[in-house]
């Protein structure tokens, strides 16, 4: 029986970066194979204004209100994350139910070179007022620095914690070669979720986000969220 891929919606969440771009590829495969597609960054839909102010909470409900939309227009919704993205939809549904599956990319359980992050963190404040001007100019696309310790206090903190509340189905997607999240870490964290379906997918080459191939990572959702048509 054919799937009516217009009744079904992905919700798309961006890493840590200071827009969505990094997942628009992916809305225009999903799109042409008849999906709906809803995008946000890490902090939501709307444009972030000064991003040292963004707060963990903030960027959870934002998150929150843009798969609750889809879902009053949609029967079924999906989320995929990258990274940051990927970990926020998990923080989603350790309360809520709106998700129907969730595909996570380079899952943050562990971060590598975390001690290095910590130090440029502490020098953030002396360069934030420069690029906080500079990332005005969008063609730039700078990093949002200013959420840095605000991200990495919650990866290492409220994210690894109840757990066992997703029920969920979930898809972890991970490179072996991700230099940004340590893959060995997914089975310990995967297997506290209390959905029995949940599955972890390795790849030997790409990067944290999977060598940016949207077309790889729609057609493991597809076939793990089990849309294939007959």
Same mark, same amino acid.
């Given at each position: 029986?054919?799937?009516?891929?217009?009744? =079904?919606? &992905?919700?798309?969440?961006?890493? &840590?970066?200071?827009?969505? %771009? %990094?997942?628009?590829?992916?809305?225009?495969?999903?799109?042409?194979? #008849? /999906? #709906?597609?809803?995008? @946000?960054?890490?902090?939501?839909?709307?444009?972030?204004?000064?991003?040292?102010?963004?707060?963990?909470?903030?960027?959870?409900?934002?998150?929150?209100?843009?798969?609750?939309?889809?879902?009053?227009?949609?029967?079924?919704?999906?989320?995929? #994350?990258?990274?940051? #993205?990927?970990?926020?939809?998990?923080?989603? *549904?350790?309360?809520?139910?709106?998700?129907?599956?969730?595909?996570?990319?380079?899952?943050?359980?562990?971060?590598?070179?975390?001690?290095?992050?910590?130090?440029?963190?502490?020098? $953030?404040?002396?360069? /934030?007022?420069?690029?906080?001007?500079?990332?005005?100019?969008?063609?730039?696309?700078?990093?949002? =620095? @200013?959420?840095?310790?605000?991200?990495?206090? /919650?990866?290492?903190?409220? $994210?690894?914690?109840?757990?066992?509340?997703?029920?969920?189905?979930?898809?972890?997607?991970?490179?072996?070669?991700?230099?940004?999240?340590? /893959?060995?870490?997914?089975?310990?964290?995967?297997?506290?979720?209390?959905? *029995?379906?949940?599955?972890?997918?390795?790849?030997?080459?790409?990067?944290?986000? =999977?060598?940016?191939?949207?077309?790889?990572?729609?057609?493991?959702?597809?076939? $793990? &969220?089990?849309?294939?048509?007959?």
């Amino acid at each position: 029986m054919k799937t009516d891929n217009s009744k =079904i919606c &992905f919700v798309l969440i961006a890493g &840590f970066s200071s827009d969505s %771009q %990094q997942i628009w590829n992916l809305g225009e495969v999903l799109k042409a194979a #008849g /999906y #709906g597609v809803a995008i @946000g960054s890490f902090y939501g839909e709307a444009e972030a204004g000064d991003f040292s102010k963004l707060t963990e909470a903030e960027c959870i409900s934002n998150i929150s209100a843009l798969i609750n939309k889809a879902a009053d227009k949609y029967e079924s919704v999906y989320g995929i #994350g990258i990274s940051l #993205g990927g970990a926020l939809l998990l923080e989603y *549904a350790k309360k809520e139910n709106g998700l129907s599956g969730i595909v996570s990319v380079g899952t943050p359980f562990l971060l590598r070179n975390i001690k290095w992050i910590r130090l440029g963190i502490k020098f $953030f404040p002396i360069i /934030y007022p420069v690029w906080k001007y500079l990332q005005k100019i969008k063609k730039f696309r700078l990093s949002p =620095i @200013g959420a840095s310790e605000m991200a990495v206090d /919650y990866m290492e903190g409220t $994210f690894l914690e109840n757990l066992d509340k997703i029920t969920t189905p979930t898809l972890f997607l991970h490179s072996k070669k991700d230099s940004v999240t340590d /893959y060995r870490i997914l089975p310990k964290y995967a297997s506290m979720l209390s959905t *029995a379906n949940h599955k972890i997918v390795y790849f030997n080459n790409g990067d944290h986000v =999977i060598d940016n191939d949207p077309r790889l990572i729609a057609k493991h959702a597809i076939k $793990f &969220f089990g849309l294939e048509t007959a």
